[in-house]
């Protein structure tokens, strides 16, 4: 099974951008549906964005359109997740997770649609 490793995160003033970056052993990106979700203090595990296996699609939440990019590097076998123009309600602890199912270009996201979670990489936002 992928074990996922997530780092990148920090602290960052508002307005600023940070690089998440996922890891993957043990099985390769290109196999799975990839996507990054957040969890907030107090709050229920959010989707932010997805990754089809083809790279053909993604999708993203409607609150990070325009400023997040999820991307994939097959050759080092990592995700990423460029957020650009951070606000502080975005603080939060930020999972990577890499889903067998659906077709080869279906994004998935609903949580449940996963199989395989990294421990997560806490972004805070300061105002």
């Known amino acids: 099974q992928v074990q996922l490793v997530e780092s990148g995160g920090g602290l960052v003033q508002a307005g600023g951008s940070l690089r998440l970056s996922c890891a993957a052993s043990?099985?390769?990106?290109?196999?799975?549906?990839m996507g990054w979700f957040r969890q907030a203090p107090g709050k229920e595990r959010e989707f932010v964005a997805g990754?089809?296996?083809?790279?053909?699609?993604?999708t993203y939440v409607d609150s990070v359109k325009g400023r997040f990019t999820i991307s994939r590097d097959n050759a080092k076998n990592t995700v990423y997740l460029q957020m650009n123009s951070l606000k502080p309600e975005e603080t939060a602890f930020y999972y990577c997770?890499?889903?067998?199912?659906?077709?080869?270009?279906?994004?998935?996201?609903?949580?449940?649609?996963?199989?395989?979670w990294g421990q997560g990489t806490q972004v805070t936002v300061s105002s």
């Open positions: 043990g099985g390769t990106v290109s196999s799975y549906a």
């Open positions: 997770a890499a889903g067998r199912g659906g077709s080869i270009l279906a994004t998935l996201k609903l949580s449940g649609e996963y199989d395989y």
């Open positions: 990754l089809s296996r083809t790279i053909i699609r993604t």
